[in-house]
């Protein structure tokens, strides 16, 4: 069993700044990927951003150069630091880690809502 905790999210101004966490433990050995994932209401969930265990990161267009995702392979942790964020930011965050091409794990999700 692995188990995905989050942290972080809240309530946030347009232009203001959040730090997402995860960690994952249990039986956790190796992920080939760890990220983020988020889902608005009436939207599906869509991927924000996420890291191989060799370094390579991928991002979203809406968060290019606003969101930056860092990973702790050893600690098994991964952070997501959001800024410049905007109203159309506003979902639950869910992080994930994928041990396989089948095989994912997902935490049970943090609020972000941007609101003035």
């Known amino acids: 069993q692995v188990q995905l905790v989050e942290s972080g999210g809240g309530l946030v101004q347009p232009g203001g700044s959040l730090r997402l966490s995860c960690t994952a433990s249990g039986n956790t050995g190796s992920f080939y990927s760890m990220g983020w994932y988020r889902q608005a209401p009436g939207q599906q969930r869509e991927l924000v951003a996420d890291?191989?265990?060799?370094?390579?990161?991928n991002y979203a267009d809406s968060v290019k150069g606003r969101f930056t995702l860092s990973r702790d392979n050893a600690k098994k942790t991964v952070h997501l630091q959001m800024a410049s964020l905007k109203p159309e930011d506003t979902a639950v965050y869910y992080c994930?880690?994928?041990?396989?091409?089948?095989?994912?794990?997902w935490g049970q999700g943090t609020q972000v809502t941007v609101s003035s």
């Open positions: 994930y880690a994928r041990r396989t091409a089948t095989t994912y794990y």
């Open positions: 890291m191989t265990s060799g370094g390579t990161t």
